[in-house]
């Protein structure tokens, strides 16, 4: 199983990344994927997931509609993108795979990726 999340980088308080996530060694289309970061000092958060089906997302109190997560299961892609953009959202993002319904605790997922780091400049 690999899941290989890319697309971090350095953006300006105010702008947008794209986040993408491919996913191989399992059946991808029976998945819930979240994402989810983690910041220095701080907990793992729950940033957004996403059904098996693509339907009902669901996403942190702290998104206030800012980011989009999606998925293509033609491709055993996830991805998140990520609006407006601020210092508070500087972490390193992970996606993961969960075979349950979808959910927001970071245990349940089984399967997870190396992440890639977000740092938003103020």
């Known amino acids: 199983v690999q899941l290989q999340a890319f697309g971090g980088g350095l953006v300006q308080a105010g702008g947008f990344l794209r986040l993408s996530c491919s996913a191989s060694g399992f059946t991808f289309s029976r998945y819930s994927m979240g994402w989810f970061r983690q910041a220095p000092g701080k907990e793992r958060e729950f940033v957004a997931g996403?059904?098996?089906?693509?339907?009902?997302?669901d996403y942190g109190d702290f998104v206030k509609g800012r980011f989009i997560i999606s998925r293509d299961n033609s491709k055993n892609m996830v991805y998140l993108q990520m609006n407006s953009l601020n210092p508070e959202d500087t972490a390193v993002y992970s996606c993961?795979?969960?075979?349950?319904?979808?959910?927001?605790?970071?245990?349940?997922?089984?399967?997870w990726g190396q992440g890639t780091q977000v740092t938003v400049s103020s």
């Open positions: 996403i059904s098996w089906s693509g339907g009902t997302p």
């Open positions: 993961a795979a969960d075979s349950s319904l979808l959910n927001r605790t970071a245990s349940i997922f089984a399967y």
